[in-house]
């Protein structure tokens, strides 16, 4: 059984805002939430699941039950099962729906970053795994503290976002070649700017796979385990990710 836990509602805004607007800014308030897949008493380190999903014409909260974060859940178990009992494995539900400009998911990730260093300390390292606009901000907030790694699922992204410094960090993208909402130019451009920076970055495309990640979809699944494993855990699998990490940037499967 999961346990749901959703922070106490916060305005949008900083500690530099009047009155007046921090009294106006109260009444737009965003909640983000944290599930548990996982949750080792004395875990090695810590995997958040991070979904995407569109925006609609007016600002809506996230639903377990969309598509989008349903798409994660499994996902999140292959992460769990590798890891074989020694990584905490939390699925990320997002203030709202889509990429709201004024609190983004990055923000998201960042309070989410929070409640885990709280609750399981604030030492251990971090891989953030997302799909979508999940992936794009799992490739944002890789710079974070304590962030180790970064899986990027088919992620929606412009091709100038890779000029981040990433120094420490390992990166994996993975993007169906057959992809119609997300571009792979888009996601190869960025992963070409943080191989500058990272200390890893692979790129892999997966021939025939679609944005969804319906067909094919336990090669997106294994590969995002097999990463968060390796990195957090210090393994070295074989198959791609050992290629991955053995120094081979760009692998079609």
């Not at 030492?123 to 304590?146: F, I, K, N, Q, Y």
């Amino acid at each position: 059984m999961t346990r749901e836990t959703e922070h106490t509602a916060y305005p949008i805004g900083t500690s530099t805002q009047t009155h007046t607007t921090a009294r106006k800014a109260a009444h737009h308030v965003t909640h983000a939430r944290l599930i548990d897949t996982a949750a080792p008493s004395a875990p090695r380190g810590i995997a958040l699941v991070l979904h995407g999903g569109a925006a609609r014409r007016r600002p809506m909260r996230v639903s377990p039950t969309q598509l989008s974060v349903l798409r994660m859940v499994p996902i999140a178990g292959r992460i769990a099962r590798a890891a074989k009992g020694e990584l905490a494995v939390l699925r990320l539900l997002n203030s709202t729906r889509g990429w709201d400009a004024h609190h983004t998911p990055v923000d998201d990730v960042r309070w989410a970053l929070r409640q885990v260093a709280d609750r399981f300390g604030p030492d251990l390292p971090v891989t953030l795994v997302g799909h979508s606009l999940g992936g794009r901000a799992a490739l944002l907030a890789a710079a974070e503290e304590p962030v180790v790694s970064a899986v990027a699922l088919n992620p929606w992204v412009y091709p100038t976002e890779g000029r981040l410094d990433l120094t420490g960090r390992q990166v994996l993208v993975v993007h169906g070649d057959d992809d119609r909402i997300a571009r792979p130019t888009n996601s190869a451009a960025v992963a070409r700017d943080l191989a500058r920076t990272a200390d890893r970055v692979g790129y892999v495309t997966v021939e025939g796979g679609k944005h969804a990640m319906l067909r094919r979809g336990t090669v997106f699944d294994r590969l995002a385990a097999d990463f968060t494993a390796a990195t957090l855990l210090g393994r070295h699998p074989e198959g791609v990710v050992g290629r991955v990490l053995d120094g081979e940037e760009w692998v079609d499967v």
